[in-house]
């Protein structure tokens, strides 16, 4: 796997860790801003994945950021669940 597919899929794993944040603070009762801020990176990543696609030097760049943009979603949901679930909330 080339290194730009790499850099794609760790910046588009960036969603998934705001919103296991977000769980987590609001587990605690916290009221933090994680769970917008996610969303906010998540349609930043899709205007970029789309930018990245078009653009054929940087294609490999937005196929990784189109593969975490497909999974970033049920990879934070499936932590979240298990961090509420684990904290019996």
Same mark, same amino acid.
């Given at each position: 796997?080339?290194?730009?597919?790499?850099?794609?899929?760790?910046?588009?794993?960036?969603? %998934?860790?705001?919103?296991?944040? %977000? %769980?987590?603070?609001?587990a605690q009762g916290s009221s933090g801003d994680f769970l917008l801020q996610g %969303?906010?990176?998540?349609?930043?990543?899709?205007?970029?994945?789309?930018?990245?696609?078009?653009?054929?030097?940087?294609?490999?760049?937005?196929?990784?950021?189109?593969?975490?943009?497909?999974?970033?979603?049920?990879?934070?949901?499936?932590?979240?669940?298990?961090?509420?679930?684990?904290?019996?909330?």
């Amino acid at each position: 796997m080339h290194g730009q597919a790499i850099w794609g899929l760790g910046l588009g794993l960036i969603p %998934a860790i705001l919103w296991l944040l %977000a %769980a987590g603070a609001s587990a605690q009762g916290s009221s933090g801003d994680f769970l917008l801020q996610g %969303a906010m990176v998540y349609g930043v990543e899709l205007v970029m994945m789309i930018i990245c696609l078009v653009n054929k030097s940087s294609r490999l760049f937005g196929y990784g950021l189109l593969t975490m943009m497909l999974i970033a979603p049920v990879v934070g949901a499936i932590a979240c669940v298990h961090l509420l679930s684990q904290l019996n909330i």
